[in-house]
């Protein structure tokens, strides 16, 4: 049963029978087989026919989330048992927002010395597809905006306020203020992130909330870009704070508090809401939570 209903996972994951049984280490044939005896067990259709994937039923909708619930706690005690007579091992997989990217050193380097034989994979995403590969058990935790969208079902340790900041070199517009305001910075040209960016539908809405529009020069879905033009000193941006510090900005260029209002959002890790938790990922939750207060 556990092996269909990971077959189920697979092919809601990659929308494709053929990427599926791949991805499963199985042919096709095996797959959809697979897939057919699921459905003549439960006695209802799961997939919808075609001559490609064409979604889920409503009852494959509602077995999907059953299968991520047993897949889910089939991997967890599997991994409890083996943490018992071997310690944590394994790999640990973690998907950040853009912004908190320069902060997961500070929870997986105590993480690591402490449980020395676990690895990481760590990914850069959005906010959205944070939440969709938790559900989809692709990722065992995430750290992300916890109070500005909704997040689902999911366990979460705040971890730290992101506060904004005007970066920009001395001699350009605005570079000498002590604060600016969040309708001045329509004055500058800046470099923000896409639109498909949390961070980027944050500073959207508080522009707009000061009757400005953001017009950025450069759009970009990755951060160490905005980093190297920022760096040039003859761009700027709006930043967390944490991250032009983390990442030495400040020793080349000015960071100004963006004030009226002084915004912040709280940026949390997320894993998902299963008691008990797998070994690995109540040790991370552990991690978060001893290094929680420091980033305060």
């Known amino acids: 049963m556990i092996d269909k209903l990971e077959f189920l996972l697979a092919l809601a994951r990659e929308k494709h029978f053929g990427r599926a049984a791949e991805a499963c280490g199985v042919t096709q044939p095996t797959l959809s087989a697979g897939v057919k005896q699921l459905e003549e067990q439960m006695g209802v259709l799961l997939v919808k026919r ?3 994937f064409q979604g889920f039923t409503p009852e494959g909708e509602r077995v999907l989330d059953w299968a ?3 897949v889910g706690d089939s991997r967890a005690m599997r991994e409890d048992i083996k943490a018992l007579r071997h310690g944590l091992t394994g790999r640990l997989r973690i998907a950040a927002i853009p912004t908190a990217l320069p ?6 380097t105590p993480y690591r010395e402490r449980h020395p034989h676990v690895q ?3 990914l850069s995403r959005t906010s959205i597809e944070i939440l969709d ?3 989809n058990l692709e990722i065992d935790a995430g750290i992300t905006y916890i109070e500005n969208e909704p997040i689902g079902r999911v366990n ?3 971890l730290y306020q992101e506060h904004y900041r005007l970066l920009t070199s001395a001699d350009a517009p605005l570079g000498d203020r002590e604060s600016v305001t969040w309708a001045e910075l329509a004055q500058v040209p800046l470099c923000l992130l896409t639109p498909d960016m949390q961070n980027r539908r944050i500073i959207d809405r508080l522009l707009k909330s000061a009757g400005a529009e953001a017009r950025p020069t450069l759009e970009s879905n990755s951060m160490i870009l905005l980093y190297s033009h920022v760096r040039t000193g003859r761009w700027a941006s709006v930043m967390p704070e944490k991250i032009a510090q983390t990442l030495g900005l400040t020793e080349t260029i000015r960071a100004i ?9 709280t940026i949390g890790l997320v894993v998902p809401r299963r008691e008990p938790m797998t070994p690995a990922t109540a040790a991370l939750v552990t991690e978060a939570k001893r290094l929680a207060p420091s980033l305060a």
Request: proline share 10%.
């Open 156 to 158: 979460i340790v705040p």
């Open 120 to 122: 990481f994979t760590v």
């Open 68 to 70: 991520r619930r047993i």
């Open 257 to 265: 508090p963006i004030l009226e209002p002084d915004a912040f959002q």
């Open 50 to 52: 075609g001559s490609r």
């Open 103 to 108: 902060m997961v050193a500070a929870l997986t």
């Open 133 to 135: 590969l938790l559900e």
